[in-house]
């Protein structure tokens, strides 16, 4: 018992009280600018729309820091499509998201890396083994699924041993496909709405399909997350190591 207590390091306690600090911080900010407002159509109608150079810094400064944070990168897109057009829209929109990205991973890995892997190891391994022998490639197959929390992916990349550079950049690329499909269906609210919609509805499809045949095809049986496998059907694409005890009958 002692041994187990000794374990914990004091830089741990300190980066856990520093973690759980700033996160504090982060939620009375949020509480009190009122961000989940501030991202709608009347903001940008009042704030972002014909201000030019200065709209566009404050659509790239807040949808940022809301993509940091766990907004949905869809809306932010949506919301760059209607105030700048399809073109500067997904612009944009993506330089936002892959800020927020960047963010997320780089706060997960200054304060929650050593806290999170001494609790969630294997956790964290499972990150490390399906992004480790290519972090450009298999980051930019996790984007391209339609489903999946993208927070939760930036954070435990951030506490893995992945390289931040190729993470970022599978990322930024990944990205492209949803930006440019929820852009375009914001463009669509004032401009040939039902083209655009209808356009971003099958761009939005053929990426997702993109994404789950090279999941299907790249994977090799391992796995980033059970419950995303087991989403997207594909559990039995491979055993999983827990699972190594059952028999035949078990499939």
């Known amino acids: 018992m002692k041994e187990r207590s000794s374990s914990v390091r004091p830089g741990l306690l300190v980066r856990g009280v520093v973690l759980i600090a700033t996160l504090v911080a982060i939620a009375f900010a949020l509480k009190t600018v009122g961000l989940d407002s501030l991202l709608d159509e009347s903001w940008i109608d009042s704030r972002v729309r014909g201000q030019g150079l200065a709209g566009e810094a404050l659509f790239v400064a807040v949808g940022a820091v809301a993509a940091a944070v ?58 490390d083994a399906f992004l480790a022998d290519n972090p450009f490639s298999m980051t930019l197959l996790i984007r391209l699924l339609p489903i999946g929390s993208n927070l939760a992916t930036n954070l435990a990349a951030g506490v893995s041993r992945v390289p931040a550079a190729g993470f970022i950049a599978g990322s930024a690329v990944g990205y492209i496909p949803q930006t440019m499909a929820f852009s375009l269906a914001g463009s669509g609210v004032n401009i040939d709405p039902v083209l655009r919609i209808g356009l971003a509805v099958a761009l939005l499809a053929v990426s997702g399909a993109i994404g789950l045949m090279l999941h299907r095809k790249y994977r090799h049986g391992r796995t980033i997350d ?6 997207l059907g594909d559990l039995d694409a491979g055993p999983a190591p827990s699972q190594g005890g059952q028999g035949p009958g078990s499939r």
Do not use: K
């Open 70 to 127: 766990g907004f949905p990168r869809q809306v932010i897109s949506f919301l760059g499509g209607y105030a700048f057009g399809f073109a500067t829209g997904t612009a944009l929109a993506l330089v936002a998201v892959v800020c927020g990205c960047a963010t997320s991973f780089t706060y997960a890995r200054v304060l929650a890396r050593g806290l999170v892997a001494h609790r969630f190891g294997d956790r964290i391994r499972r990150v």
């Open 226 to 231: 059970e419950n995303l496998d087991s989403a």
